[in-house]
C-alpha cells in the first residue's frame, strides 16, 4: 500500500513536499513515481526514480521539482518550488514492484493560488 501525503494550499512560488510511504520494504519496487491530474485533464506523469536512482522529471516541471527517496524510511518524495498555478492537481504516487504489479496511491490535493 501507499500512503501520499503533504498536499494544501498554497500561494504561486511557494514550495511543497509530498511523501509517499510505502507499507513494505521500498526497494522491492523497481520504480516509483509522482503523477498528476488536474480537472478534466488526462493523468500525467510529474517525476519517477529507480531502484537505481536513475530519475526522470518532466519538462513542465524540470528546474522546479524533484524526486528522490529515502529507504530507511520506505518513502519517496515530491519538493516542489516555485509552484505554478498550473501545477494545480491531485498527485499520485505509483510504484511498480518486480513481477510487474502497479500500486497507486490515494492521491493529495495540491492548489495553486495566483
Known amino acids: 500500500q501507499l500512503q501520499a501525503s503533504g498536499g494544501g494550499l498554497v500561494q504561486a512560488g511557494g514550495s511543497l513536499r509530498l511523501s509517499c510511504a510505502t507499507s513494505g520494504n521500498i526497494l522491492i519496487m523497481n520504480y516509483m513515481g509522482w503523477y498528476r491530474q488536474a480537472p478534466g485533464k488526462q493523468r500525467e506523469s510529474v517525476a519517477s526514480?529507480?531502484?537505481?536512482?536513475?530519475?526522470i522529471v518532466a519538462d513542465s516541471v524540470k528546474g522546479r521539482f524533484a524526486i528522490s527517496r529515502d529507504n530507511d524510511k520506505n518513502t519517496v518524495y515530491l519538493q516542489m518550488n516555485s509552484l505554478k498555478p498550473e501545477d494545480t492537481a491531485v498527485y499520485y504516487c505509483?510504484?511498480?514492484?518486480?513481477?510487474?504489479?502497479?500500486?497507486w496511491g490515494q492521491g493529495t490535493q495540491v492548489t495553486v493560488s495566483s
Open positions: 505509483k510504484a511498480r514492484s518486480d513481477n510487474g504489479w502497479n500500486y
Open positions: 526514480i529507480t531502484r537505481s536512482d536513475m530519475t
